[in-house]
């Protein structure tokens, strides 16, 4: 709940303003998708995810794209996870750092908002009639979101 409201909150007095050299603009209300435990409810997930998407959308103007976005994240992230996280391990874990260490984590963080964003912006262009500014903006965005993502997860960690 405290992971919701602060992102929420952050993204809409100051995320929403960003927008470096008219392609990156970070999209980290996706980092919240990336903090669910591996055996959370889907359903869930999916529920919370739309949910921030919503707040997202009512911030920035963006009728039902974050929400969008956001509810994909949380479909596809479970499977992400998996690629990282042996059947073996803990039921429960929690990705993070400490946790996945840095050899995984940033990688399964690479790929879940690489697949945020694409769908964020997939649904934003509703086409692909200029590729070349959909893949700037994928690319800048997910770098942006990245550096903003793991420099919370350094603070996390402390």
Same mark, same amino acid.
């Given at each position: 709940? %405290?992971?919701?409201? %602060?992102?929420? *909150? ?6 929403? $303003? ?23 409810? $889907? ?6 995810? @739309? *949910?921030?998407?919503? +707040? ?16 994909? *994240?949380? @479909? ?10 042996? $059947? ?21 963080? @690479? ?8 769908? @964020? ?15 700037? +903006?994928? %690319? %800048? ?18």
């Amino acid at each position: 709940m %405290g992971w919701f409201a %602060g992102l929420a *909150a952050l993204w809409a007095v100051l995320l929403v $303003r960003i927008n470096l050299f008219g392609v990156a603009a970070p999209l980290l209300f996706v980092y919240f998708v990336a903090t669910f435990r591996r055996n959370y409810p $889907r359903w869930a997930a999916m529920a919370w995810s @739309f *949910a921030l998407g919503l +707040c997202a959308d009512a911030a920035s103007n963006t009728p039902g794209m974050a929400a969008a976005s956001m509810t994909f *994240a949380a @479909f596809v992230q479970p499977y992400i996870l998996s690629l990282f996280v042996q $059947r073996e391990e803990d039921g429960d874990i929690a990705p993070s750092l400490s946790t996945l260490g840095w050899g995984k984590y940033p990688t399964y963080l @690479f790929i879940l908002v690489a697949a945020h964003h694409t769908a @964020f912006y997939a649904v934003e262009a509703f086409s692909l009639a200029d590729p070349l500014y959909a893949l700037e +903006c994928v %690319g %800048g965005s997910t770098a942006l979101t990245m550096a903003m993502a793991l420099a919370i997860e350094m603070l996390r960690r402390k």
